[in-house]
């Protein structure tokens, strides 16, 4: 089903607010597929009450595996090698035409990114 999407990123650390995907998207039960604004990245996102997958496709890819409460995963692949880092979910609320999910990533023990991303969907024909 074809939706209308705006994802926006609230980051606590930096104290900002930045939409980073708004236009046409894919929902397939589960899974959205979009595209980024300013980037020519794709985006899977597979969501449930309990597990979030944030695929990243473009020059630098990424995996995030998000569990409810607990500890996850990224690794990011680049050019350069891949690189593995640890995350914190704190929240997932799954409604329907708002997603969400807040969490942190970690280098070692030290939370260099914590946000939480909104996905709202417009249903259309």
């Known amino acids: 089903m074809k939706v209308k999407l705006k994802l926006t990123q609230y980051d606590f650390l930096e104290n900002k607010e930045n939409v980073i995907a708004e ?71 799954m409604q329907d035409r708002e997603w969400s999910v807040e969490y942190g990533v970690f280098s070692g023990n030290e939370e260099v990114l914590h946000q939480k991303l909104l996905w709202v969907m417009e249903y259309y024909s």
């Open 23 to 93: 236009g046409n998207a894919i929902l397939d039960k589960n899974q959205l597929k979009y595209k980024e604004n300013k980037e020519n990245a794709f985006h899977f996102v597979t969501f449930t009450s309990e597990t979030v997958r944030l695929e990243r496709k473009c020059d630098i890819s990424s995996t995030t595996i998000l569990n409810n409460g607990k500890w996850g995963h990224s690794t990011v692949k680049s050019p350069y090698g891949d690189m593995e880092m640890k995350t914190k979910t704190y929240n997932i609320s």
